[in-house]
């Protein structure tokens, strides 16, 4: 398994595992066995249209095909970067610069399984010799597909080590998704070890700007994002 590095807005490197071209065509399996389901279904169910005319029938079967077109790009963009085999697999598309693709990123990879899936397959052979595991789609998205499942230890993680006493002090925190606290918590821990101050100022002016904190209770930008993080894990580990 190839090794992604990502540069933040912080121009801070985090390195993430780049899911391997197996994982991401037996995710794209599971995808394609749900939509064959999904049309053998569909022709059991409404088989008995086969008598109607030929324009009302291509009218019928392009309006049920819909789930079918859309599938990727749907569940893509309404499960942060993952269809069911993604998230059979345990893996997620995201930008390059580490934050979460935008529906315009889900898009394009879209429109570009047009080449990648049904040219040949040519985007699967692209991926075994591309260093990122990307397909054509991915590079001109500017997105890689991570690995979710590595094995880490709890300080390369979002987890935080929180006292059964623990009070929170920002609830807004939950307004930041998982991706947003494990890049926090990568340039955080680098800035701090390298004494780079000017990046953890940087990072606590975007965490009040992401969550909308308005009364920050903590003068210093280490102390702030400390809180922040284990406020985070507070919070999303009582979900």
Same mark, same amino acid.
Request: without cysteine; hydrophobic residues 45%.
């Given at each position: 398994?190839?090794?992604?590095?990502?540069?933040?807005?912080?121009?801070?490197?985090?390195?993430?595992?780049?899911?391997?071209?197996?994982?991401?065509?037996?995710?794209?399996?599971?995808?394609?066995?749900?939509?064959?389901?999904?049309?053998?279904?569909?022709?059991?169910?409404?088989?008995?249209?086969?008598?109607?005319?030929?324009?009302?029938?291509?009218?019928?079967?392009?309006?049920?095909?819909?789930?079918?077109?859309?599938?990727?790009?749907?569940?893509?963009?309404?499960?942060?970067?993952?269809?069911?085999?993604?998230?059979?697999?345990?893996?997620?598309?995201?930008?390059?610069?580490?934050?979460?693709?935008?529906?315009?990123?889900?898009?394009?990879?879209?429109?570009?399984?047009?080449?990648?899936?049904?040219?040949?397959?040519?985007?699967?052979?692209?991926?075994?010799?591309?260093?990122?595991?990307?397909?054509?789609?991915?590079?001109?998205?500017?997105? *890689? #597909? &991570?690995?979710?499942?590595?094995?880490?230890?709890?300080?390369?993680? =979002?987890?935080?080590? /929180? !006292? @059964?006493?623990?009070?929170?002090?920002?609830?807004?925190?939950?307004?930041?998704?998982?991706?947003?606290?494990?890049?926090?918590?990568?340039?955080?821990?680098?800035?701090?070890?390298?004494?780079?101050?000017?990046?953890?100022?940087?990072?606590?002016?975007?965490?009040?700007?992401? *969550? #909308? &904190?308005?009364?920050?209770?903590?003068?210093?930008?280490?102390?702030? =994002?400390?809180?922040? /993080? !284990? @406020?985070?894990?507070?919070?999303?580990?009582?979900?």
């Amino acid at each position: 398994m190839s090794e992604l590095q990502i540069n933040t807005t912080q121009n801070v490197k985090i390195t993430f595992n780049a899911a391997g071209a197996g994982e991401r065509l037996l995710a794209f399996i599971i995808d394609s066995a749900i939509k064959i389901g999904y049309m053998l279904i569909l022709n059991w169910t409404f088989g008995a249209f086969d008598n109607m005319d030929q324009w009302s029938q291509i009218a019928i079967n392009t309006v049920l095909g819909f789930p079918v077109m859309f599938y990727t790009l749907a569940l893509e963009s309404l499960l942060q970067g993952q269809t069911i085999g993604k998230r059979v697999l345990k893996i997620r598309v995201v930008k390059i610069d580490g934050y979460q693709a935008s529906f315009s990123d889900y898009v394009v990879r879209w429109f570009f399984r047009i080449v990648d899936i049904y040219i040949f397959g040519i985007g699967f052979f692209i991926m075994l010799f591309n260093k990122k595991t990307q397909r054509i789609g991915d590079m001109a998205a500017g997105t *890689a #597909v &991570i690995a979710l499942k590595n094995n880490v230890n709890i300080s390369h993680t =979002i987890l935080e080590n /929180l !006292k @059964d006493n623990y009070k929170p002090t920002y609830p807004n925190v939950i307004k930041l998704s998982d991706n947003d606290a494990r890049i926090i918590k990568e340039t955080y821990a680098a800035a701090r070890n390298a004494k780079d101050y000017q990046t953890l100022i940087k990072l606590r002016q975007k965490i009040i700007e992401v *969550a #909308v &904190i308005k009364d920050v209770k903590h003068p210093t930008d280490i102390e702030f =994002i400390d809180v922040i /993080l !284990k @406020d985070y894990n507070f919070y999303t580990q009582s979900m």
